[in-house]
C-alpha cells in the first residue's frame, strides 16, 4: 500500500509540472486547502475527525487539468474509525458542443471505514452544464470507469477483483451575494457485470466568505460500498482557504 501511495503521489507532483510547462501566461492557477474536523468529549469517552484536502486546479480555455489529495482519520474511545485517503488526477477538454465537455479521470484510495485496502479508478465520459454562470453551475456527467480492488468483503475475506461501473454524477456550485457557497457532488457508479454492486458517494458544503481567500466551512459526506457491505457520514466543520494566481 505504501508503494501505491507513493506511486500516486508522484503522478500528482508529475502532473502539476507538465501542467506548468505546458500552459501559457493566459492560465489560471487555483489552490484550495480544506482543513476541517469534529471532536467530542464525554464521560463515556472522546471522538474525533480531522478532515483534509488539497486541490491544484490548472485551466485555461479549452482544457484543464485539477490534481486532489485528501485524508480522513479518526478515532472514537482510541479505536480507529476513520483512515480513508484519496488522490486523484483528472482533466477536462473543453471542446465539444457549448456548454458540454469531455473528462478523464484517474484515482486511488484506501479506506479503513469502507474496508478498501487498494483502488483504482480509472475511465473517461462526456458532461454538460444545465447551468453555465459564475454563481450558479448545474452538471451532470456520465462516463466508464475501469475498477480494481483489493477489499475486505468479511472480517476474515480478502478479494482482489476488477469490473467496469457506469459512473453517473450529478454537481451543483451556487454563490448567494458572493458571501455564501452551496457545493454539492454525487456519484452512482454501479458495476456492469454484477447487479448487487454499486458505490455512492455525496458530499454536501456550505461556506461563509470571510476574506478573498478565507471561507468557514462545512460539510456533509455519505459513502457506500455494497460489495464490503460498509458505509460511511462524515459531517465536519473547519476553514477553507483559496488562491488564484
Known amino acids: 500500500m505504501q508503494r501505491s501511495l507513493i506511486l500516486c503521489l508522484l503522478m500528482l507532483v508529475l502532473a502539476t509540472i507538465t501542467a506548468k510547462a505546458q500552459f501559457n501566461d493566459t492560465t489560471n492557477y487555483h489552490l484550495i486547502f480544506n482543513g476541517s474536523g469534529t471532536a467530542n468529549r464525554a464521560p463515556e469517552g472522546n471522538t474525533y475527525l480531522l478532515n483534509n484536502a488539497l486541490r491544484f486546479e490548472v485551466k485555461k480555455k479549452s482544457v484543464s487539468l485539477n490534481a486532489t489529495n485528501s485524508w480522513v482519520y479518526g ?14 488526477i483528472d482533466f477536462n477538454l473543453y471542446k465539444a458542443i457549448p456548454h458540454a465537455y469531455y ?6 484510495n484506501t479506506s479503513f471505514s469502507l474496508k478498501i485496502n487498494n483502488q483504482l479508478l480509472a475511465g473517461a465520459g462526456i458532461a454538460y452544464s444545465i447551468l ?6 448545474l452538471n451532470v456527467s456520465d462516463g466508464i470507469l475501469y475498477d480494481l480492488s483489493d477489499i475486505n468483503t468479511s472480517d476474515t475475506t480478502r478479494e482482489v477483483y476488477n469490473t467496469y461501473r457506469n459512473s453517473l454524477r450529478l454537481q451543483f456550485h451556487f454563490v448567494i451575494k458572493d458571501l455564501i457557497t452551496i457545493d454539492s457532488g ?7 457485470l454484477r447487479s448487487n454492486d454499486h458505490i455512492i458517494r455525496t458530499t454536501f458544503g456550505l461556506g461563509f466568505k470571510v476574506t478573498n481567500w478565507l471561507a468557514l466551512n462545512s460539510s456533509f459526506a455519505y459513502n457506500k460500498i455494497t460489495r464490503t457491505k460498509a458505509e460511511n457520514t462524515l459531517l465536519t466543520y473547519g476553514l477553507k482557504l483559496e488562491k488564484y494566481f
Not at 454525487?186 to 456492469?192: A, D, G, H, K, V
Open 75 to 88: 478515532k472514537s474511545n482510541g479505536s480507529v474509525t476513520n483512515n480513508d485517503y484519496s488522490a486523484a
Open 103 to 108: 473528462w478523464g479521470l484517474a484515482n486511488y
Open 132 to 137: 453555465d454562470r459564475p454563481n450558479a453551475y
Open 186 to 192: 454525487n456519484f452512482w457508479q454501479p458495476s456492469l
